[in-house]
């Protein structure tokens, strides 16, 4: 059974970090595609960052660009999103997933942190 579990959430003010962790299990973990989404109340899930197989290759859309990170060790099963600068319209609750296919959907999706930056 494939499972993903997001850590590492929490409360903090404007300006500080977080760093999440997403943690796999039932999979080999390093033949798939990672990706962190967020979603906000009252707004639709959104693409933060992802990384591929390898962790070679990585995106992130623009709100994030120069703040955020996203990390993956194969080896440990885990990948990481270091999250710095926060801002308040940077609160959500953060999903890892994960799809085998490069252009296909994403197969599998943990259960979510809240990350909350206050002003």
């Known amino acids: 059974q494939v499972q993903l579990e997001e850590s590492g959430g929490g409360s903090v003010q404007a300006g500080g970090s977080l760093r999440l962790s997403c943690t796999a299990s039932?999979?080999?973990?390093?033949?798939?595609?990672l990706a962190w989404f967020r979603q906000a109340p009252g707004k639709e899930r959104e693409i933060v960052a992802r990384i591929n197989w390898s962790g070679g290759i990585t995106y992130y859309t623009d709100s994030v660009k120069g703040r955020f990170a996203v990390s993956r060790d194969n080896a440990a099963n885990m990948a990481y999103l270091q999250m710095n600068s926060l801002k308040p319209e940077d609160t959500a609750v953060y999903y890892c997933?994960?799809?085998?296919?490069?252009?296909?959907?994403?197969?599998?999706w943990g259960q979510g942190t809240q990350v909350t930056v206050s002003s």
């Open positions: 039932g999979v080999t973990f390093s033949m798939y595609d």
């Open positions: 997933a994960m799809r085998r296919n490069t252009f296909g959907p994403y197969d599998y």
